[in-house]
């Protein structure tokens, strides 16, 4: 029972802490992206759980290098959505840092962790063989397995 009542209690709160919704909503995050890949992001800053567009703001995408040395800034442009999009990219492997500027000073406060991009990874090396899907191995097996067949037969024509 008590189980029970903690349980409602905790339901019942629920929609008091979703109401408090605000800041940036960014999808996707970069995880995965490699030196060189597009990171295609869109993105849009919420206020109490609602879109806000705010005009007259060109926002952009920053990335800094974990050791600060290399900064970059991608302007993002206004969808037929609604939403923020930008295509970043990265100049470098390593650990970056980013956010979102240009929404004020609401979206200063906006961090997500670090993300690791990779070196571009190396085009797979493959040997030339004349492979292909057809089954060349069971399409001769059947045809043995039908002249003996038909070997068989005649013989036993022949014999009769």
């Not at 703001?57 to 930008?86: M, N």
């Not at 085009?123 to 002249?147: H, R």
């Amino acid at each position: 029972m008590r189980a029970l009542a903690t349980g409602i209690v905790l339901l019942a709160l629920l929609p008091a802490a979703a109401v408090a919704k605000t800041g940036i909503s960014l999808n996707p995050p970069p995880d995965g992206t490699t030196v060189g890949e597009p990171w295609d992001v869109t993105f849009e800053y919420i206020r109490n759980d609602a879109p806000v567009n705010l005009h007259g703001t060109t926002p952009s995408v920053r990335i800094v290098s974990d050791d600060g040395t290399v900064s970059r800034s991608f302007p993002a442009h206004l969808t037929d959505k609604g939403l923020w999009s930008a295509r970043v990219y990265f100049p470098r492997p390593g650990v970056w840092n980013y956010s979102i500027q240009g929404f004020g000073p609401a979206s200063a406060k906006q961090s997500w962790d670090p993300v690791t991009i990779a070196a571009q990874p190396k085009p797979a090396v493959t040997t030339s063989s004349n492979s292909s899907s057809f089954p060349y191995g069971w399409a001769g097996g059947g045809a043995a397995f039908v002249l003996l067949a038909a070997g068989l037969a005649v013989v036993k024509l022949r014999g009769s």
